[in-house]
C-alpha cells in the first residue's frame, strides 16, 4: 500500500473552516464533505438530484461540509454544536 499521495485531513482547507469553531474540550465529532461526498455520489448515480425542488438542489449545492460536536460545560446539560461551511457566490 503506497500512501504518499494521501493527505491527512487536518490539511484540508474546507475540514479547517467547518470544524475550527467547535468546543476543544468535546466528547468527538462528525465532519462530512458535502462538495466532495455530492462529487462522488453523482458521478455514480447521475440522477440523484432529480427528484429534488431546484431551491432544494441550490442549497445541497452550496454546502461545503458539515461538523457536529457534543460537549458538556457541567454535569447536568449537554451541548450539540453544528457548523455548516457555504460556498462562496
Excluded at 30 to 36: N, S
Amino acid at each position: 500500500f503506497d500512501n504518499t499521495n494521501i493527505n491527512p485531513l487536518t490539511n484540508d482547507s474546507t475540514f479547517q473552516l467547518t470544524t475550527s469553531n467547535l468546543p476543544r474540550n468535546n466528547f468527538g465529532h462528525v465532519y462530512l464533505d458535502v462538495e466532495k461526498t455530492l462529487n462522488f455520489a453523482l458521478q455514480k448515480s447521475p440522477t440523484l438530484l432529480d427528484g429534488l425542488s431546484l431551491d432544494e438542489k441550490k442549497l445541497i449545492e452550496s454546502i461545503k461540509g458539515i461538523a457536529i460536536a457534543t460537549s458538556s460545560n457541567n454535569p447536568n446539560s449537554s451541548q450539540i454544536d453544528i457548523n455548516i461551511s457555504l460556498k462562496k457566490k
